[in-house]
C-alpha cells in the first residue's frame, strides 16, 4: 500500500497548523502592543480593555487547540511510517488502512476544530471592541443602554464558545467516519422527534444463520452502505484473560475461548460472559472480508453490502490465533 501522498498531506496540514498557531498568538500580541502605546491608551485601551483581553485570552487558546492537531497530525504521521517500516508483510496493509481511517476521521480534527472556534470568538471581541469605539452618538436608544448591551456583548462569544466546544466533540466522536457529520447528527434527531419509542429491529442489519463457509455465521438481512457500524449498540466490555489459564480447563470450556476470543499476544479479548455473545462473534473468516474491526474491536463495513451476503472479517488484522474454516 502506498501512503507516500498521504504523508505528504498530513505534513501540508502540519505545516498550515503551524502558521495558524503562530498566528493565533502573533494578532493578539500586536493588537495588546499598539493598544498599550502612548497614544491609543487613552482612545482604546482605557475604555475597551475587557474586550481586548478577552479576545486576546481565546486566541491563545486557539493557538494551543492548533499546536495540539499538528502535534495530532506529527504522531499519526510517525505511527504511519513505523507501520510501513516494522509490521508483519501479512498484517501491514490492515494495519495502515485502519491508521489512515483513525488518521482521517472525524474525531483526529477537533482540536483545530475547537481551534478555529475560539480564533472566530477572539477576533469578534475585537470588533465588538472598536464597534463600541465608533458607537454612533444619534443611536440615543444604544447609548442609553450601552452598559447593558456592553456586557452581554462581552459574555456572548466566550459562552457561545463553550456551547459549541461540547457540541462539537459529540458530534465529531458520535459521527466519526460518517461522510456528512452534522447531517447525520439532523438526520438522528429528526428521527428521534418523530418517533416515540425505538423498535428493537431497528438499526439490525444482519442476523445468525447457518453458514456455507463454517458452522453459523452472519448475514446481512438489510443493505448495509459502506462504513455502517453494523452490530450497535454492542456496549459489552471485553475481559481480558491469560491464554495459559485456559489450559487447564475441560475442553468443551476451552475451546470457547479458542473458538469466539481474540487472541492478541498472550491473552485472550473476551465478552463479560460467553452468555451474552452477540453477533459480534459469529463473523466467520475471509480472504476477502466485507467487514473490518476498528482499534476497539468494533466491526465496521469496508465496501457496500447487499441483504443476504454473509458478513466475514479477516482474523489475521485483529488476532493472532489460529484461523479455521476460511472462505477464500
Given amino acids: 500500500m502506498d ?40 482612545l ?35 505511527q504511519i511510517c513505523l507501520t510501513e517500516a ?26 483545530y476544530c475547537w481551534g478555529f472556534t475560539f480564533l472566530v470568538a477572539g477576533f469578534a471581541e475585537y470588533l465588538f471592541a472598536f464597534f463600541f469605539l465608533l458607537t454612533p452618538s444619534h443611536w440615543p436608544w444604544l447609548v442609553a443602554h450601552l452598559h447593558t448591551i456592553k456586557i452581554l456583548a462581552f459574555l456572548v462569544c466566550p459562552i457561545l464558545a463553550s456551547v459549541a466546544a461540547p457540541l462539537q466533540w459529540y458530534v465529531r466522536t458520535r459521527y466519526k467516519f460518517s461522510d456528512d457529520a452534522w447531517a447525520d447528527l439532523g438526520s438522528d ?40 457500524y453494523v452490530f450497535g449498540p454492542d456496549d459489552d466490555s471485553l475481559v481480558s484473560v491469560r ?4 489450559k487447564s480447563l475441560p475442553p468443551d470450556l476451552r475451546r470457547l475461548y479458542e473458538d469466539f476470543c481474540i487472541l492478541k499476544g498472550d491473552d485472550y479479548e473476551c465478552p463479560s460472559s460467553f452468555n ?3 453477533p459480534t462473534w ?32 479477516e482474523y489475521a488484522t485483529y488476532s493472532d490465533g489460529q484461523v479455521e474454516g476460511t472462505e477464500n
Fill in 3 to 42: 501512503v507516500k501522498q498521504y504523508l505528504e498531506y498530513l505534513d501540508k496540514e502540519m505545516t498550515i497548523m503551524g502558521i495558524l498557531s503562530a498566528v493565533s498568538v502573533a494578532a493578539p500580541a500586536g493588537i495588546l502592543n499598539a493598544s498599550l502605546s502612548k497614544d491609543a491608551r487613552a
Fill in 189 to 228: 434527531v429528526l428521527k428521534g422527534l418523530q418517533k416515540s419509542g425505538k423498535l428493537p429491529h431497528e438499526g439490525v442489519y444482519a442476523r445468525l444463520m447457518p453458514s456455507r463457509i463454517h458452522g453459523v455465521g452472519v448475514v446481512a438481512i438489510a443493505n448495509i452502505p459502506k462504513g455502517t
Fill in 276 to 278: 451474552r455473545l452477540t
Fill in 243 to 246: 491464554a495459559s489459564a485456559t
Fill in 86 to 111: 516494522v509490521a508483519n508483510k501479512k498484517s501491514v496493509a490492515a494495519e495502515l488502512r485502519e491508521w489512515l481511517r483513525d488518521a482521517d476521521s472525524w474525531e483526529t480534527w477537533l482540536p
Fill in 282 to 313: 459469529f463473523l466467520n473468516n475471509s480472504k476477502d472480508p466485507n467487514m473490518a474491526a476498528d482499534s476497539s474491536f468494533r466491526f465496521y463495513a469496508i465496501r457496500d453490502i447487499e441483504a443476504g451476503e454473509e458478513l466475514t472479517a
Fill in 44 to 78: 482604546l485601551w482605557n475604555p475597551e480593555h475587557f474586550f481586548i483581553v478577552m479576545g486576546s485570552v481565546l486566541c491563545v487558546v486557539a493557538a494551543l487547540f492548533f499546536y495540539k492537531e499538528r502535534s495530532l497530525l506529527a504522531w499519526y504521521y510517525g
